[in-house]
């Protein structure tokens, strides 16, 4: 006779620390994602820990210091530094461990490892894990060695240039050589402030064609293009870097961004600006030298827009996790309660519309879970070609008859490992998005395919694609006619909830994203408004044969006898399925945490017959629980349960056989089958 249900064991404030574990995991995920995108950067990117201890270097540190990056894993930024740099540098560091904030434009003095020293720019951000602890830095280290060189050199051509022109024999021609020659720009104001010379460089960055454009006097050039500080905020004349260094106010790496006469377009400098001084100690003119450091300051932003894209991505993981858990307990029990209804009972209806509801909120969380990266979902291998003429049928119903959708679709594409019905998001959400854009106007959609390699120089002309490891990928490309779209509006397409309508619906190219880094993929928009829109998402290629396929379902009778144990830290989700499965017949156990299974199981050995095992609980996960109980008993069969996907979930499983997985939300007959299928 088996043992009676035993009542929910509770253990008392278990709940929350699973949130922690979970953030760490992800967090590492992350970061694996991280790496990719900078491991190709031309500056260094590293982090250190809270000892300030190298953990992480991207092999651009070889192309700064001499070191690979397994060389400097470990050390601290205080043992490539020479001692008197060290002396200087390590109480501004204390401080900054004591209060960790991000730091800027750091400057310091490295050894190279041939024994040359190297002067290094340095940003960084503190990095804290999900509990709000402190973790160490990250950031970018750039080589300005040669910019201090020039800077030098203008002040020992200023100090030559005082002495000529005190003994009158100024030589113009060598000063004009050596100016022609900078990288950096050059620019020299008189006393009033207007200017009077610019070097090669100088004039390419502002814009102008020739040096005669940018004579004029101060009043004119103010209307000919913008300085901004890095605020965004607009420099009046008086506030310029050579007006400011004309009223006695020091100028160094300031940093402006102009609006280049030409384009319109922007670039970012460090100015600096220092006053030249006549035999009376009179202000004779202002020299000022400039750095170009827009690339520097995309990658900045590359940096913040992938932690920002983390964070919420770890918001939207786990809220799509506790969210599953409350929907087991609204489609399991509108699920049951059904079955217990005769079928011309008038409350069918109402509960077939709850469980509706409730299929349509998972998948809901299924997009979040999407656009949190934890979406490898149930892969086979699919051939994009072959399955779009299928998917087009789905989505020419939702698009005005004006619109013609055109395929042009390669005829040996190679096939690519992935979710069927992921894909399927993915090229709807694209199609409707154009359809969108085209609106009530005739305009036209068009749907290619073709193979795409990816190389280090394909990268480099299309940095969103950054993350991209070298291989062949199959593209898919969806181009319409549609109105176009402004920079501002493309910086902020893919992010969750926005939306160029009235009202924003849903995670739409957002999930879209998601799916896409899921798969390992990479996805990249141009556009020109007026002239539309032209999304390119690129997949990587499998490397399995076609016709395998990560698994399948099989039909079976429901209802069953036998002793079962839920392991589940919700008590929503322990009292559904207890109910549920008593109804088909089980007799069922119940345990709020790995600690209390283990518990169960130790006083009825031989009696379960299975264990539903949550994955997700605190102080000891499913995980950790399975080898426990199969200490116990090793032949024990568990259906792992979990609201991440099958792929992520059985991942963490790897070496521990189990008998099933059942993703959460479930209704109470697909438990069941489960059940059943495991058993055997």
Known sequence: MGPTPSPDLAVSDEVRQLRARIAELEHDRSETRFRELIENTSDWIWEVDANLRYIYASPRVWDLLGYTAEEVLGKTPFDLMPPEEVQHLRPEMERLLQDPRPFRRLENTNFHKDGSLRVLETSGVPVFDIAGRFRGFRGIDRDITERKRAEEELRASEERYRALAAEAEINRRELESLITSMHDGLVA????????????????????????????????????????????????????????????????????????????????????????????????????????????????????????????????????????????????????????????????????????????????????????????????????????????????????????????????????????????????????????????????????????????????????????????????????????????????????????????RGLGLAAVAGIVRSHRGGIMVNSVPGEGSCFTVLFPVAERAAGQSGGGTCAAVLHGTGVLLVVDDEPIVRDMSKNLLEHYGYTVLVANSGLAAIDLFKRYPGEIALVILDLSMPHMSGQETLPELRKIRPDVKVVVSSGYTEAETMALFRGQPVAGFIQKPYTSAGIAEKVKQALG
Not at 200 to 223: D, F, K, R
Not at 241 to 266: F, I, M, Q, Y
Not at 323 to 340: D, K, M
């Open 189 to 504: 104001v008189d006393a009033a402030g207007n200017p009077v010379m610019m070097n090669p460089a100088a004039l390419q960055m502002h814009g102008y064609q020739n040096a005669s454009e940018a004579m004029a006097p101060l009043a004119e050039v103010s209307t000919l293009f913008e300085l901004r500080d890095a605020d965004g905020n607009l420099l009046p004349p008086h506030r310029w870097p050579g007006s400011r260094a004309l009223a006695g106010e020091p100028v160094t790496n300031l940093e402006v961004e102009v609006v280049r006469r030409d384009t319109g377009k922007h670039f970012v400098g460090y100015y600096n600006a220092v006053p030249v001084h006549d035999r009376e100690g009179r202000i004779e003119l202002i020299v000022i030298t400039i750095t170009d450091i827009t690339e520097y300051k995309r990658m900045e932003q590359r940096l913040r827009d992938a932690q920002r894209m983390e964070s919420i991505g770890l918001l939207a993981g786990g809220i799509a996790h506790d969210f599953n858990n409350l929907l087991v307990g609204v489609i399991g029990n509108a699920s049951l309660a059904r079955e217990y209804l005769p079928p011309a009972n008038p409350a069918s209806e109402l509960l077939d519309s709850i469980i509706k509801a409730g299929e349509q909120a998972a998948h809901l969380t299924r997009q979040m879970l999407a656009y949190s990266g934890r979406g490898k979902f149930f892969l086979e291998v699919l051939n994009l070609s072959a399955l779009i003429p299928d998917m087009s049928g789905l989505v020419i119903p939702s698009i005005p008859k004006k619109i013609a959708l055109r395929l042009d679709l390669a005829r040996d594409l190679p096939a690519i490992e992935a979710d069927r019905g992921q894909i399927q998001q993915v090229f709807m959400n694209l199609v409707l998005n154009a359809a969108e854009a085209i609106g009530a106007t005739e305009g036209a959609i068009t749907v290619t395919t073709a193979a795409q390699e990816v190389s280090e120089s394909y990268v480099r002309l299309h940095p969103s694609l950054a993350s991209l490891l070298p291989g062949t990928y199959a593209r898919l490309e969806v181009r319409d006619t549609g109105c176009g779209m402004e920079d501002a509006t493309m910086a902020k397409i893919f992010e969750p909830f926005f939306s160029t309508k009235f009202m924003g």
